[in-house]
């Protein structure tokens, strides 16, 4: 079975700071083609992720878009670690109805990002079909 560091992507790792604006993180996330943006403090740990979901919450209650991200942005946050079967990371996103879960190091840096479309390819190649 595969773990977390053999299907996360490193290449869709996108990040801004807490004192970012929610209309930066929306753009990040244009430009780089995702679905969420992972917030970082100084020291570089995840205290925070922005996603397609908060911006339909932040657009639905009107809040305006210059509003800073550590507002808005999720704290309960979710996490996988490289060595954890893909399995477990998958179960975690299914049980939170999560799309986006954060890879992170031993001390809370992000390493990369797994998707449930990363996770469902992982299983199902491992599957064999008639």
Request: proline share 5%.
């Amino acid at each position: 079975m595969s773990s977390v560091k053999d299907v996360m992507r490193h290449d869709k790792l996108v990040t801004a700071t807490p004192g970012e604006r929610v209309i930066d993180a929306v753009r990040k996330m244009y430009e780089n083609n995702v679905g969420s943006v992972l917030v970082v403090s100084r020291e570089g740990r995840l205290v925070g992720i922005f996603t397609e979901r908060d911006l339909v919450k932040v657009v639905a209650e009107g809040v305006p878009l210059d509003t800073r991200l550590d507002k808005v942005m999720s704290r309960d946050l979710i996490v996988a670690h490289g060595d954890e079967p893909i399995a477990l990371a998958g179960s975690k996103m299914v049980e939170r109805w999560i799309r986006h879960m954060p890879v992170v190091d031993s001390e809370g840096r992000p390493v990369g990002i797994i998707s449930i479309r990363d996770v469902l390819r992982s299983l199902l190649s491992s599957s064999t079909f008639p």
